[in-house]
């Protein structure tokens, strides 16, 4: 059953009790006292010298986004009970959401300024299409860059359907009642003590929101490939050695010791190489405390295992955190390597899909697959980076150095659809499979 499903039948209740519903969420106590604890905080940091106030109100802003992705991924993975803490998401994804929201306000300005209020009211508008699916990229994925891509938003939007609109619906009657809220009581009440009643709304009803863009990833899961994330499926027993060295290692980590806690797991993983849960705690705190050589040497024995236990998602997600903290990331068996390339193509990572099949014929010399990777690279290259040229070679390459490959035929088909594409291009020609 999911946040906002009917809970006798699985059919989605009617829209007024599922907005009920999610207006309930944030009463739990994880996001209740989060919510005044940072209102409070947004109350005292307003009394600060300006300078010092700007640098108070960004970290308490990044705290209360952390905590929030936390609540969309609980609620993306079908958890009715909010987190009492964030301890799945980076502390950067909380950073980069209020930058990103700052360079939207300075551009809805600086529109405004230039092209008048109807640009700027434009501008707005999209702003507030895109982002539900921003925060589904930041959220799930952790990718910053992916965040800002628009192609990426459509496609979000896209697969979700006419329930995308919830959340960006959702986000405006929030916009409405905290302005609404601020302007009635402004004249009332004290500065300091409006400034806290207007963030405990304006928390209050992004929590909401955030909870309910979770349940619509839930609902729609297949639709956008999200497997969930490992380390929030189905607890691990208490009598299971993973789960008591997790207990441990958060106990440790809770006194001030992150990277014993690390060193902690890192030992119990050697006698416990398949226990997944462990793994990503372990990565966790490695995260914490910003020890990226680890975290890529971790990824480069962790991604195989993924890999052999269908956890696609999961692996693409791994490989580009340790692709991120080492560019030079690379698994060491060619299976892996072909299979994480395919996977992360699927899962629209194409960076990550070419960076792995980079020098392929280089490293595995004489694989049966390297024929087929170079075909996949072409076609990544041709249809996702517009780079017609480079790809059209990399196919010649493929015909002159296996012309008996099996592959040669999906080699030769492609090129002929790029021909009548470049002859016709006005019209859209479907790729060959």
Not at 84 to 93: A, L, P, Q, R
Not at 267 to 292: F, K, N, Q, S, V
Request: proline residues 6%; aromatic residues 8%; hydrophobic residues 50%.
């Amino acid at each position: 059953m999911t946040m906002i499903d009917s809970p006798s039948t699985g059919e989605k209740a009617p829209l007024p009790e599922r907005i009920l519903s999610v207006l309930a969420y944030p009463k739990q106590s994880g996001p209740l006292s989060t919510i005044v604890a940072l209102a409070v905080s947004h109350a005292v940091v307003g009394l600060l010298p300006s300078l010092i106030a700007w640098l108070g109100a960004y970290l308490v802003w990044a705290a209360f986004f952390k905590y929030a992705f936390e609540v969309l991924r609980w609620s993306a993975n079908g958890r009715e009970i909010a987190p009492e803490i964030s301890f799945t998401v980076g502390d950067s994804i909380g950073g980069f959401a209020v930058l990103l929201l700052l360079l939207v306000e300075v551009l809805i300005s600086l529109v405004g300024s230039w092209y008048g209020v109807g640009a700027a009211l434009g501008v707005g508008l999209v702003v507030v299409f895109a982002l539900p699916a921003m925060m589904i990229v930041l959220a799930l994925e952790e990718g910053a860059l992916r965040a800002l891509n628009p192609v990426v938003w459509i496609q979000i939007a896209t697969r979700i359907g006419y329930e995308y609109l919830l959340p960006v619906g959702f986000f405006c009657a929030a916009l409405i009642t905290q302005s609404a809220v601020a302007m009635a009581i402004g004249s009332v009440l004290p500065g300091m003590l409006t400034t806290l009643l207007v963030f405990c709304v304006v928390n209050y009803l992004m929590i909401a929101n955030f909870h309910l863009i979770g349940a619509v990833i839930h609902e729609h899961a297949d639709e956008l490939g999200y497997t969930g994330h490992l380390e929030l499926q189905e607890e691990v027993g208490r009598l299971d050695p993973a789960r008591q060295s997790i207990d441990i290692a958060r106990s440790i980590a809770a006194g001030g010791d992150v990277e014993g806690a690390a060193a902690l797991l890192r030992e119990e993983l050697i006698a416990h190489p398949d226990a997944l849960a462990m793994h990503d705690e372990y990565r966790h705190w490695l995260t914490e405390t910003g020890d990226g050589v680890q975290l890529a040497a971790h990824g480069k024995a962790y991604v195989p295992i993924l890999l052999r236990g269908d956890h696609l998602r999961r692996a693409v997600d791994v490989a580009r955190e340790s692709t991120t903290a080492d560019p030079k990331f690379a698994l060491d068996e060619a299976d892996d390597v072909s299979r994480l390339a395919k996977a992360a193509a699927n899962a629209g990572d194409t960076q990550l899909a070419l960076a792995q099949l980079g020098g392929f014929h280089k490293r595995f010399r004489g694989h049966p697959d390297i024929a087929r990777n170079y075909l996949l690279a072409a076609k990544l290259l041709a249809e996702r980076m517009n780079k017609e040229m480079p790809a059209r070679a990399l196919l010649h390459q493929i015909k002159l150095a296996a012309p008996d490959d099996p592959v040669i035929p999906e080699v030769d088909a492609y090129l002929a659809f790029l021909d009548k594409l470049a002859a016709t291009p006005a019209q859209a020609a479907a790729p060959p499979p």
